[in-house]
T-cell receptor
Framework: AQKVTQAQTEISVVEKEDVTLDCVYE???????LFWYKQPPSGELVFLIR????DEQNEISGRYSWNFQKSTSSFNFTITASQVVDSAVYFC???????????WGAGTKLIIKP | ETGVTQTPRHLVMGMTNKKSLKCEQH?????MYWYKQSAKKPLELMFV???????ENNSVPSRFSPECPNSSHLFLHLHTLQPEDSALYLC?????????????FGPGTRLTVT
């Protein structure tokens, strides 16, 4: 079975704190792709990152970083020095070569308080 | 012009009305998607078009009828909807329909059925 679990329904932190959003996935495929999307209050889903199953290198983009660990089937997302503009719902998603449909997590609502 | 546009942004319709949602992508992509996002539910994939051919229809009720006249435009024709169809309808596009590529989303149409 394929599944994406985002156990944190909502996280609230004060601005400038670091915050990590968890994503755990399940798949039996050896080739798969993981994604993170951001959905601000305006509603538009914004693509953040794609990672394929053969590339376990962690990625950093400004204040954003991603930790991909196949051993624990996790693809966690960390925001360093959070800002109010980071407030949004963040979705983790999975797709496989055997099934091109995106499998979405339930999303984590992140609230950054000034 | 932004990547994926959707019109209208908001729509209120009665159960006997007929209306259409429009999506246009300016990214030169070959695949387009319709998603439904209801409160407290995961994103639901409704339709997928690749090179203007429908490749997926996830058991969507016939009161939703998609149309893809070319690779840049996608419509969702609505008729005799039910109140439970009220949701955010998101359009997306990707380079192809294989699932390994990231999808780019429009801002969505907030639909209310009265």
């Amino acid at each position: 079975a394929q599944k994406v679990t985002q156990a944190q329904t909502e996280i609230s932190v004060v601005e400038k704190e670091d915050v990590t959003l968890d994503c755990v996935y399940e798949t039996r495929d050896t080739t798969y792709y993981l994604f993170w999307y951001k959905q601000p209050p305006s509603g538009e889903l914004v693509f953040l990152i794609r990672r394929n199953s053969f590339d376990e290198q962690n990625e950093i983009s400004g204040r954003y970083s991603w930790n991909f660990q196949k051993s624990t089937s996790s693809f966690n997302f960390t925001i360093t020095a959070s800002q109010v503009v980071d407030s949004a719902v963040y979705f983790c998603a999975l797709t496989m070569d055997s099934n091109y449909q995106l499998i979405w997590g339930a999303g984590t609502k992140l609230i950054i308080k000034p | 012009e932004t990547g994926v546009t959707q019109t209208p942004r908001h729509l209120v319709m009665g159960m006997t009305n007929k209306k259409s949602l429009k999506c246009e992508q300016h990214l030169g992509h070959n695949a387009m998607y319709w998603y439904k996002q209801s409160a407290k539910k995961p994103l639901e994939l409704m339709f997928v078009y690749s090179l203007e051919e429908r490749v997926e229809n996830n058991s969507v009720p016939s009161r939703f009828s998609p149309e893809c006249p070319n690779s840049s435009h996608l419509f969702l024709h609505l008729h005799t909807l039910q109140p439970e169809d009220s949701a955010l309808y998101l359009c997306a596009s990707s380079q192809d329909g294989t699932g390994s590529d990231e999808q780019y989303f429009g801002p969505g149409t907030r639909l209310t059925v009265t």
